[in-house]
């Protein structure tokens, strides 16, 4: 058991090294991601590559075709976001995402929640107008 607990305790110093940030960002981002990709959704309908290219605009955000694809996918089966087929004029047809009831309530949610871990990372890490404790 205690050797359990050394490799444990081994294994999340390691994840806390310095110089190991972008790891942990990126894993933060992939977290998010989802959320950003409904936040897009709300109020307006995208294709799939416009939302590979509205996140590439995005400071922190680049992501490719083969995240957001099976992104989508994964929410469409959720529930969180509805498709519909459309021709183009530009090439094929394309699918066309939409934010669901189920997809706006997560969102809300999420919103909620991360305002809140936000502004309390933020008064930790000292980024904000407050003192952090």
Do not use: H
């Not at 290219?53 to 922190?60: I, P």
């Not at 949610?109 to 407050?130: C, H, I, M, P, Q």
Request: positive net charge; contains cysteine; proline residues 4%.
């Amino acid at each position: 058991m205690a050797a359990r607990r050394r490799f444990l305790s081994a294994a999340i110093m390691r994840c806390m090294v310095a110089g190991d940030a972008a790891n942990q960002i990126a894993q933060m981002r992939r977290g998010l991601l989802p959320y950003c990709v409904l936040a897009m959704l709300r109020g307006t309908e995208r294709y799939g590559f416009e939302l590979v290219r509205a996140l590439g605009s995005v400071r922190g955000m680049v992501t490719s075709e083969g995240t957001i694809y099976p992104l989508l996918a994964r929410l469409r089966r959720q529930g969180l976001v509805g498709t519909t087929w459309r021709e183009s004029a530009e090439g094929p047809p394309r699918r066309y995402y939409t934010l669901t009831v189920a997809g706006e309530a997560a969102l809300t949610e999420f919103s909620g929640a991360w305002a809140e871990l936000r502004d309390s990372v933020d008064e930790l890490v000292g980024t904000n107008k407050r003192d952090a404790p």
